[in-house]
């Protein structure tokens, strides 16, 4: 009998934890004595005011509230983390962008020129929104012809185009899903999934850029969950 192939152990929870304290770690040395302190206060504090008080229940309720806050922080360290290691790297709006929860239906790479600055395009109820990567004075361009592309199928459907980076007017990776949370709700959820649908029946061939690319050089892929 043939063998199974063999399918590839999944980290259990706590290695999973051990991982992303390191990665927390790598690019941020204080970052896990913070969230060990941010616990130990909470309990301290718990333990503190049960004593004055003389409510004896205060003292395990201090341990369910000090694991919680360190597990928050520790999820904020974890995602600041990330944004770190992503910072920079092509196609890390889009990473970011497809890590939101909620009903946004992100398309990685819509456009991309022969300088890797690359526009994605997201679906929610805000509308149609365009976000580019790169420097404002070469997306710029590809925002407004991609704007022009969108509504050829979408007339009705709002559009926004916004420019992630550390540029000036640009929004960085850490505040871009925040950004787009805060965009006005135009659209309910079937309207979404409509317009998306829409989208889709457009070309979703890259066009190639003009001219040779430069010798050993690739066109971008984006590196997505």
């Given at each position: 009998m043939a063998k199974k192939p063999e399918v590839p152990e999944t980290p259990g929870r706590v290695k999973q934890?051990?991982?992303?304290?390191q990665i927390i770690k790598q690019a941020n040395p204080k970052g896990m004595p913070i969230v060990y302190a941010s616990a130990l206060g909470t309990l301290v504090v718990c333990v503190v005011i049960g004593i004055v008080t003389g409510w004896w229940p205060l003292y395990i309720i201090g341990v369910m509230l000090a694991l919680t806050v360190g597990l928050v922080v520790f999820g904020q360290l974890a995602q600041k983390a990330q944004y770190s290691m992503?910072?920079?790297?092509?196609?890390?709006?889009?990473?970011v962008l497809q890590g939101m929860r909620g009903n946004w239906e992100v398309t990685p790479a819509v456009a991309v020129n022969r300088d890797q600055d690359i526009v994605h395009r997201v679906v929610g109820y805000p509308g149609i929104i365009l976000v580019s990567e790169g420097p404002g004075n070469r997306v710029q361009k590809m925002l407004v012809a991609e704007k022009k592309?969108?509504?050829?199928?979408a007339l009705d459907v709002p559009v926004y185009d916004v420019q992630s980076g550390d540029g000036e007017g640009q929004i960085p990776i850490g505040k871009l899903q925040r950004h787009l949370m805060k965009l006005p709700r135009n659209l309910k959820k079937p309207a979404v999934y409509e317009v998306n649908n829409r989208l889709k029946a457009l070309p979703q061939t890259l066009p190639m850029p003009k001219g040779p690319l430069p010798r050993g050089a690739k066109m971008p892929r984006p590196k997505l969950r």
């Open positions: 934890l051990r991982m992303i304290a992503l910072q920079g790297q092509p196609g890390a709006a889009a990473a592309r969108v509504q050829r199928v």
